[in-house]
């Protein structure tokens, strides 16, 4: 499995994630859940080498990661997906798989390119489109796709839902579980636990760069209030807030429209 392992990290001099503990197996989604400004995205960036923790580790299968090149850590088998839908604006969606696929060989270039448009068909329209034309549901695919072009064996998306409308989300959704049925390991780090406490078998919520809750998704699922709870930390590192915390606090911190989401299965087929 993917282990992180008592990890520090500090930003602008304040330490953004403290001493966080979690692990990623693979064939499994876990859902790390919290609010803006928890952690979750330094997190990521951690992992992938972009920051380089205070201290901690990150192990692969029992192996140090912890401080290599981003280039290193992709090679090793853990991509992640940084939230923001980072592309080269001005290259075709061609192009930008291209690039993903830099470090690898034709043969294993070709075989990754192959598999992501199996997964991502709606893609094989748009190859020759420029990245800034995409619909933001289209942009998310392809950022999916550069991350499963080396075919990885551990993923960290940041935010999947983010300005995606819950349509678009619900066309996203089966393909996570795919990947994960596939054997690969996905973190997924959302602000709306809705999206992905439907599809973890683990859970955990950060606040204020400390893990909070750790336990099966279906607890989460069964008893909102504890992911409610945790959701209003606030103050000290170690303690929650004094003040009270604001009302009519509802499952609309969790998804917009206040139902939990994504709805039961089956889905929707999808319009590809």
């Known amino acids: 499995m993917l282990r992180i392992a008592s990890l520090t990290v500090e930003r602008g001099g304040r330490e953004v994630v403290r001493d966080l503990t979690i692990e990623i197996p693979n064939g499994q989604v876990t859902a790390l859940l919290g609010p803006n400004g928890a952690g979750k995205s330094t997190l990521v960036l951690a992992v992938g080498g972009v920051l380089k923790p205070k201290a901690g580790s990150v192990l692969l299968d029992e192996a140090e990661i912890t401080g290599r090149?981003?280039?290193?850590?992709?090679?090793?088998?853990?991509?992640?997906?940084?939230?923001?839908?980072?592309?080269?604006?001005?290259?075709?969606?061609?192009?930008?798989?291209?690039?993903?696929?830099?470090?690898l060989s034709r043969e294993a270039a070709q075989a990754g390119r192959t598999k992501v448009l199996e997964l991502?068909?709606?893609?094989?329209?748009?190859?020759?489109?420029?990245?800034?034309?995409?619909?933001?549901?289209?942009?998310?695919?392809?950022?999916?796709?550069?991350?499963?072009?080396?075919?990885?064996?551990?993923?960290?998306?940041?935010?999947?839902?983010?300005?995606?409308?819950?349509?678009?989300?619900?066309?996203?959704?089966?393909?996570?579980?795919?990947?994960?049925?596939?054997?690969?390991?996905?973190?997924?780090?959302?602000?709306?636990?809705?999206?992905?406490?439907?599809?973890?078998?683990?859970?955990?919520?950060?606040?204020?760069?400390?893990?909070?809750?750790?336990?099966?998704?279906?607890?989460?699922?069964?008893?909102?209030?504890?992911?409610?709870?945790?959701?209003?930390?606030?103050?000290?590192p170690d303690q929650p807030a004094a003040v009270p915390p604001p009302p009519a606090v509802t499952a609309e911190l969790f998804w917009p429209n206040g139902a939990w989401y994504p709805p039961p299965a089956p889905y929707p087929p999808a319009p590809w």
């Open 69 to 103: 090149r981003p280039e290193r850590i992709r090679q090793a088998g853990v991509a992640i997906v940084p939230e923001g839908r980072r592309l080269l604006p001005d290259l075709t969606v061609e192009d930008n798989l291209r690039v993903a696929s830099y470090a």
């Open 120 to 236: 991502f068909p709606q893609l094989e329209q748009r190859l020759a489109a420029l990245a800034r034309t995409l619909s933001g549901g289209e942009q998310q695919m392809v950022v999916l796709a550069q991350a499963l072009i080396a075919q990885p064996r551990y993923m960290l998306i940041d935010e999947l839902s983010l300005g995606l409308a819950p349509v678009v989300v619900s066309r996203l959704i089966p393909v996570i579980r795919t990947i994960a049925e596939g054997g690969t390991g996905v973190l997924l780090i959302e602000q709306f636990a809705t999206v992905a406490l439907g599809l973890a078998n683990q859970a955990h919520v950060m606040e204020g760069g400390r893990i909070r809750f750790s336990g099966p998704a279906s607890e989460l699922r069964a008893h909102p209030e504890l992911l409610q709870s945790a959701y209003l930390l606030r103050g000290s």
